[in-house]
């Protein structure tokens, strides 16, 4: 039985020494790891009240007419294997602007996946010791644990939920989160720091891991100056990586210069191709991989130009739906080149880059918002006016 089929029962139905039906309950890994044998146990709660109502950002009719209400709603209830988090910030992706205008259309009302909290309330078969501890809430809110997928990389997990798109994510006060599936934030870390490590941040270093680059190698990144890029620029950095940076605008490659581009490239203003930018700095045969971190069809469109032969392409940004990426097979093969899809870090990622942090080698750069100007937010994502990482006040 799973941890998921348990019903929750309400406190007063359990006498206070009573002890329920054991059951098996698979972690992450249930494919490499001994299954561990918990207990159902009643819900326990910060010693604070919980309110019964709370704030969230609700979008109604998720799509190209989306529009974003700010209602009170029900705090919800923990269920079994959940943790119930008091949300202090939530950092603002571009993919929740894909998800609430229909490019990758949201099967739920509240949208958000950064967010830094800390847990209130446990569910059934959740230790009581994670009650007021530091956690992010991410993209990943679920895998199965079961498939072959999993045992392999549970971020590809195809059974995964997701917070904000089926999940409910953390444009809200109150949150559910998988316990198995949080991040601990230490406690060195501020909160609007912290938040975008838990999509922006560990989607760059899942990225870089999987690209299998070496000290001193070439990676291309376009869209550097974002909110994701400037991320990765560090992280790659840190990595010993020679970045070759590409955006546009002097506030953009300021970002770039200070995050560790070795070399910097406006897409507006070369003089010639940037295939042939990337190649002058590269001793002429191309970068290592270019890590396409957005979604721009023209930055897909020009990216296996700008590798060496064994190069690789990993794809990161979401374009539009209907674009395909024109690829030549007999060019693939003769060149031996690679293209990698990448989501998201895991857990094992994610504490590299928490350590990253405290070294002082890799820091968002982040403009903060107050939780009401989510909509003008939106907007901003939309025009590429956010330089860095935008983030929420939330409480």
């Not at 042939?276 to 023209?298: F, K, N, Q, Y």
Request: glycine share 10%; with cysteine; proline share 6%.
């Amino acid at each position: 039985m799973h941890l998921r089929d348990v019903p929750e029962y309400p406190a007063e139905c359990f006498p206070s020494d009573m002890r329920i039906y054991p059951f098996t309950r698979e972690p992450i890994e249930a494919a490499s790891r001994e299954v561990e044998s918990y207990e159902v146990k009643v819900i326990r709660q910060h010693p604070m009240s919980l309110p019964q109502k709370q704030l969230c950002a609700w979008v109604q009719t998720p799509g190209p007419e989306a529009t974003i209400e700010f209602r009170n709603i029900e705090v919800p209830t923990t269920g079994p294997g959940e943790v119930l988090v008091k949300l202090e910030v939530s950092g603002v992706c571009h993919s929740d602007h894909h998800s609430i205008y229909g490019n990758t259309p949201m099967t739920t009302h509240i949208a958000g996946h950064e967010g830094v909290g800390t847990i209130v309330a446990v569910g059934p078969n959740v230790s009581e010791d994670l009650l007021n501890r530091r956690v992010g809430v991410s993209w990943l809110h679920r895998a199965c644990g079961k498939c072959e997928i999993c045992k392999v990389d549970y971020t590809h997990c195809p059974h995964q939920d997701n917070s904000g798109r089926n999940v409910s994510g953390t444009f809200q006060e109150y949150c559910l989160a998988d316990a198995d599936y949080v991040f601990d934030i230490p406690t060195e870390i501020p909160a609007t720091i912290a938040a975008p490590l838990l999509c922006g941040g560990i989607t760059m270093y899942g990225a870089l891991v999987r690209a299998d680059l070496h000290v001193g190698d070439f990676v291309v990144i376009p869209g550097a100056g974002g909110g994701l890029g400037h991320l990765g620029v560090q992280i790659a950095d840190s990595m010993g990586l020679q970045v070759i940076a590409i955006d546009s605008g002097p506030d953009k490659e300021a970002i770039c210069r200070e995050s560790g581009a070795r070399h910097f490239f406006d897409f507006r203003k070369s003089g010639t191709s940037l295939v042939d930018d990337v190649r002058s700095v590269t001793g002429g045969i191309g970068a290592h991989a270019v890590l396409c971190i957005t979604g721009a069809p023209s930055a897909y469109g020009s990216a296996l130009a700008m590798v060496r032969s064994l190069g690789k392409l990993v794809c990161v940004g979401i374009p539009p739906a209907s674009y395909r990426l024109a690829v030549n097979p007999f060019e693939m093969l003769v060149r031996g080149l690679r293209i990698i899809g990448s989501t998201v870090g895991n857990k094992s990622h994610m504490s590299s880059l928490m350590d990253l942090v405290l070294q002082g080698k890799v820091r968002p750069t982040v403009q903060v918002y107050e939780f009401s100007e989510l909509p003008d937010v939106m907007k901003k994502l939309e025009h590429a006016t956010v330089a860095g990482r935008a983030v929420l006040k939330i409480s």
